[in-house]
């Protein structure tokens, strides 16, 4: 069942200065029945250039694409995952790298367990544009948990807004293919891949995953990350919440990100994406209100819509949103 092949798909948007450092880490793995599928999104630099320059002296197959800028990372990797001849799927931008032999120790265990959905890392090694560690990169709570299981590992894409790195991972192209891969008219990516891949394994008990903690790339924290747009980050996952999670309140961790944002007068342009305030307020119950919540160190908002505050009791640290003046989250931490 071993050096069964893989796809590496790959994708480029000015990153010329990284392309090679990437392909390179692919040669570099311990397994040799790998495949490359790389497509620049039609980049203003050099880097279909330098794709098509490695591709003719790669040591392992390679096909380049090109195209008419889309911006659509979903798309792009649905069209790589359709030229893919492996059973076995792994994915990554090309400003980032490789860990050397990460593809090689996680296709052992696809490949000798039929079972096996998916393996991938509960963390990354971040470096800046000159490949220094800089690791500021936050950790996904699944860092700290044991024995997952699927909808455990699900759940946290609802509370946490995500649960493992994309990059890195390994899946069976035979359930991509099930689930149809990305979708195409969000502009969320990586967590609805996620959802849909953890609600087919939920839907089929007889698959498994694994999730290794250690790095498995090094991903790359630069100016043009779009990772970094955080407005663009909340409206997708706000339009995620809508498709996925519709008979649920936001979480928390939503109210986290926007009260993130730098620049205020942005919030509310956000919170009404899709009409999201009016449905937000369905899942309100007044009788929940609470009071008494000590001393109120810290607010920001937008007043008479809503408001986001931090008090301090003697042995509690409370976070509280409220929406037209009711209060519809609440945090409590105990501390000493």
């Not at 903690?213 to 339009?239: F, L, M």
């Not at 926007?258 to 509310?268: G, H, L, R, T």
Request: with cysteine; aromatic share 12%; hydrophobic share 35%.
């Amino acid at each position: 069942m071993s050096n069964q092949l893989l796809s590496v798909c790959c994708l480029s948007y000015n990153h010329e200065q990284y392309i090679e450092k990437c392909i390179k880490s692919i040669w570099n793995q311990n397994y040799d029945n790998i495949e490359i599928l790389a497509l620049d999104d039609c980049s203003s630099d050099g880097s279909i250039n330098i794709l098509n320059s490695l591709k003719e002296i790669s040591p392992v197959p390679m096909k380049v694409f090109s195209q008419k800028n889309t911006g659509n990372i979903g798309a792009n990797f649905n069209f790589l995952f359709k030229q893919a001849m492996g059973d076995y799927i792994a994915i990554i931008a090309c400003d980032d790298t490789f860990i050397p032999n990460t593809l090689s120790k996680k296709m052992l265990e696809m490949t000798n367990n039929k079972n096996l959905a998916f393996i991938c890392d509960s963390k990354i090694t971040v470096i800046d544009e000159n490949d220094n560690v800089i690791n500021k990169y936050p950790s996904f709570k699944l860092e700290t948990k044991e024995n997952l299981n699927i909808k455990e590992l699900l759940e946290l894409e609802y509370t946490e807004l995500g649960s493992y790195y994309m990059q890195g991972a390994i899946y069976r192209k035979s359930i991509i293919e099930q689930i149809q891969g990305f979708d195409e008219d969000m502009i969320c990516d990586d967590i609805i891949f996620r959802t849909k891949y953890s609600r087919y394994l939920l839907e089929n008990p007889e698959f498994d995953f694994k999730i290794i903690k250690e790095p498995g790339v090094y991903y790359r924290r630069h100016s043009s990350n779009i990772s970094k747009n955080t407005i663009r980050q909340v409206k997708g996952i706000i339009e995620y919440l809508e498709r996925y999670w519709f008979d649920r309140k936001p979480p928390l961790k939503l109210y986290d990100w926007i009260f993130s944002i730098d620049d205020v007068s942005k919030i509310n342009e956000i919170l009404f994406v899709n009409n999201y305030i009016p449905k937000i307020l369905k899942h309100i119950n007044v009788n929940d209100l609470l009071d008494e919540n000590g001393i109120c160190y810290y607010k920001i908002g937008i007043p008479g819509i809503i408001m986001y505050s931090k008090h301090r009791k003697p042995n509690e640290k409370i976070k509280i949103i409220k929406l037209f003046g009711i209060e519809i989250f609440k945090s409590v931490k105990k501390h000493k």
